[in-house]
C-alpha cells in the first residue's frame, strides 16, 4: 500500500505540473502595470511581477509548455523507440554489427550535447526543442530496448512461446514488450524526462528562450532574477515548480525500479 | 590477450571516428535545413543593402552554392588540416578561438572532477555510516534534491549571494582558480548527489556479501572491511560511470559558463547560434563530440582493466 502511494504521489504532482493552467485564474499574458510586486493575496496567489502579471497563472502556464514539450516527446521515443529497438534486437545477421556499431557511435554523444547541436542550428523554438528531444533521446532509446530485447530472447519461456507455435509479432509484442516495459524502459524514460526539464529551463534561462511570447519556467527564473532586489520571493514560484517536477520524475522512476526488483 | 588488446583499441579508434563523421554530418544536414540563411543573416549583420546580387555573392564566397556533400568534403580535407576556416562575425581564426575555449572548459570540467571525486567519497560514505538513522532519510532527500535542482540554479544563486551580495568576488573578471572554481563547484553538485548515493548502495552491497562475512570470520573489525574491501569495491564498480558523467559534464558546463560568463566551448556554441556562425558551431560541435567519446573511451579502458585484472570479478558496467 505504501507503495502504492509513492508511485501515485509524484504521479498526481506531475499531472497537476501538467494540467494546473486550467486552475489558472488570470490571462497569465496580461499586464497591469499598476499592480506590479503585489504581495500574494487571494486574488493572486503568488502575487505579481514587475508588468503586474499574475504569478501564479504564469507557473501555470509554464508547467503546461514544458511538461508538455517534455512528456510529448517522451511518448513519441516510447512508442517508436520500442518499435524499432523490438525488431533490431530480434533479428540476428551482419547487419546487426554494422546497426550495433552505429548505435554505439551515435548514442556515445549524451542527449543534452543533441540538444546543443539542434539548438545551435535551428535557434530554440517549441518545435525545435520537441524535435530535438525526441531525436535524442530516442536513439538511446533503441540501443535500451534492442539490449533489453537480446536478453530476454535467450530466456526460457520464449522458447516455450515459440514452441507453442507463437509467431514472430506475439512473442515480441505480447511476451517480451510487457517484460521490458517493466525491466528498465518505464525507469528510463522517468529519469531522462527530468534531465530535460532541467534542460528546457536551462536553455531559456541563459537567453536561448522557447519563443518571444512562450511563459516557461526558464525564463520567469531569468527575469525574476533581475528583479532580485525588488522581490526575491519572485525567484522561488518558477524554482520550486522545477524542483517539484524533477522530483516527482526522479521518484517516480526510482519506485518504478525498486517494485520492479521487489516483484522478481 | 596481446590481440584482443590490439582488436580493442582499433575498436575504439573505429568508433571514435564514425561518432565525429555522424555528429560533423548531422550538424552539416540540419545546417542546411536551418529556417535562417547564413548568407542572410549575414548580410544583415555587417548592414549591406541586401540586394538578391550581393546575397549571391556572399553565398558563392561562403561556398553555400555547392551543393551539401561538396561542402562536407571541403569542409573535412580542411579540418584535417585543423583549418576550420574563420568565424564570420568577427573574422578571426576559428581553430585558435575553439581550441582557447575547449581550454576554459577542459579546466572547469577537470577541477569539477577533483571536486565530485572528494565529494562522492564524502556524501557515499556518511549516507552509508546514517543508512539507519533519520539523519539518512533527510541526507538522502538532500541528495535527491540536489539531482533536482539545475545547476544553472546553483550558480545563479551563488552569484546573487558570494558577489552580490556580500561582494567577496567579483561576478566576472576573476583570475587564476578563482576564475573556474564557482563553476566548477555549481556543476558538480549534481554528480556529488547521483554518486553519492549510488556508493553508499554499492558499499552497503559490499558489505553484505559473502566475501565480507568471511573476513568477519577472520576477525576483522567492521572498520577495515568497510575501508579496505567494500570501499574499493564500490569505488571501482563506479569509476567507468563516473567517466561517462565526466563526458555529460563537457555539454552540461555550458549553461554554467553563460552564467559565470567564462569564455568556454558553451559560451561560444550560444554566441555562434545567436550570430548563425556556421564555421564556428561546426567546430565547436566537433570538439565537443571528440571530448565526449575521449571520455567514453576511457570508461571503456578502465572497464577492460577492471574485468581483466580480476580485481572484483563482479564488477557491474
Request: with cysteine; glycine share 10%; hydrophobic share 50%.
Amino acid at each position: 500500500m505504501k507503495n502504492k502511494i509513492n508511485i501515485i504521489l509524484p504521479a498526481a504532482v506531475i499531472l497537476f505540473c501538467l494540467f494546473g493552467f486550467l486552475l489558472a485564474a488570470h490571462n497569465p499574458k496580461e499586464t497591469n502595470i499598476m499592480n506590479k510586486f503585489m504581495e500574494p493575496a487571494l486574488q493572486y496567489p503568488f502575487g505579481t511581477d514587475e508588468l503586474g502579471r499574475c504569478v501564479f497563472s504564469r507557473v501555470l502556464w509554464g508547467g503546461w509548455v514544458t511538461i508538455g514539450i517534455v512528456l510529448a516527446g517522451s511518448a513519441i521515443v516510447a512508442v517508436f523507440g520500442s518499435i524499432i529497438g523490438l525488431l533490431l534486437g530480434q533479428s540476428s545477421s551482419v547487419k546487426n554489427l554494422v546497426m550495433d556499431s552505429l548505435l554505439n557511435a551515435v548514442t556515445a554523444i549524451p542527449p543534452i550535447a543533441y540538444l546543443i547541436i539542434f539548438i545551435g542550428i535551428w535557434g530554440n523554438s517549441i518545435p525545435t526543442m520537441l524535435v530535438a528531444l525526441t531525436a535524442s533521446l530516442i536513439l538511446r532509446m533503441i540501443k535500451l530496448v534492442k539490449t533489453l530485447t537480446e536478453v530476454e530472447m535467450e530466456k526460457a519461456y520464449i522458447m516455450c512461446a515459440v514452441s507453442c507455435g507463437a509467431g514472430r509479432a506475439r512473442v515480441l509484442f505480447v511476451h517480451i514488450l510487457p517484460n521490458i516495459i517493466k525491466g528498465g524502459i518505464i525507469h528510463f524514460l522517468c529519469l531522462s524526462c527530468a534531465e530535460m526539464i532541467m534542460a528546457i529551463s536551462g536553455f531559456s534561462f541563459i537567453g536561448l528562450s522557447l519563443g518571444d511570447d512562450v511563459i516557461d519556467w526558464g525564463t520567469m527564473l531569468a527575469s525574476a532574477r533581475n528583479m532580485i532586489g525588488m522581490r526575491p520571493m519572485l525567484l522561488f514560484y518558477p524554482i520550486f515548480f522545477i524542483f517539484l517536477s524533477t522530483v516527482s520524475f526522479n521518484l517516480l522512476g526510482k519506485q518504478l525500479e525498486k517494485g520492479e526488483t521487489a516483484n522478481a | 590477450m596481446k590481440k584482443s588488446t590490439g582488436i580493442f583499441i582499433g575498436k575504439k579508434t573505429g568508433e571514435l571516428f564514425l561518432t565525429l563523421v555522424i555528429v560533423t554530418m548531422i550538424s552539416f544536414v540540419l545546417m542546411q535545413f536551418s529556417p535562417i540563411d547564413a548568407a542572410t543573416a549575414y548580410a544583415r549583420r555587417n548592414a549591406f543593402a541586401i540586394t538578391p546580387d550581393t546575397i549571391n555573392s556572399l553565398r558563392e564566397k561562403m561556398g553555400l552554392n555547392d551543393s551539401l556533400p561538396v561542402q562536407y568534403f571541403n569542409w573535412v580535407a580542411d579540418s584535417v588540416h585543423l583549418d576550420f576556416g574563420t568565424s564570420y562575425v568577427n573574422g578571426r581564426d576559428v581553430f585558435t578561438e575553439v581550441t582557447n575555449a575547449f581550454g576554459i572548459t577542459a579546466s572547469i570540467v577537470l577541477i569539477s572532477a577533483v571536486l565530485q571525486a572528494i565529494g562522492i567519497l564524502l556524501v557515499g560514505c556518511i549516507c552509508y555510516g546514517m543508512r539507519r538513522n533519520w539523519l539518512g532519510s533527510v541526507l538522502n532527500f538532500i541528495c535527491i534534491a540536489g539531482i533536482s535542482i539545475p545547476a544553472f540554479f546553483f550558480a545563479g544563486t551563488f552569484i546573487d549571494i558570494f558577489a552580490v551580495r556580500f561582494q567577496w568576488m567579483s561576478v566576472a573578471g576573476n583570475t587564476g582558480f578563482m576564475r573556474y572554481f564557482p563553476a566548477a563547484l555549481c556543476l558538480s553538485i549534481g554528480g556529488i548527489a547521483f554518486f553519492g548515493q549510488l556508493l553508499a548502495g554499492n558499499i552497503n552491497k559490499g558489505m553484505t556479501e559473502d566475501s565480507a562475512v568471511y573476513s568477519r570470520c577472520r576477525g576483522l573489525t567492521e572498520k577495515r572491511i568497510l575501508l579496505f574491501h567494500a570501499l574499493p569495491g564500490a569505488v571501482y564498480g563506479l569509476l567507468p560511470n563516473f567517466m561517462q558523467m565526466l563526458g555529460l559534464c563537457m555539454a552540461g558546463s555550458m549553461i554554467v559558463e553563460r552564467i559565470f560568463s567564462l569564455p568556454g566551448l558553451g559560451y561560444l556554441i550560444v554566441d555562434s547560434v545567436l550570430f548563425r556562425d556556421s564555421p564556428m558551431i561546426h567546430a565547436t560541435i566537433l570538439y565537443l563530440a571528440f571530448s565526449l567519446v575521449i571520455f567514453n573511451i576511457l570508461s571503456d579502458i578502465i572497464k577492460r582493466i577492471l574485468q581483466g585484472g580480476a580485481v572484483n570479478s563482479e564488477v557491474k558496467g
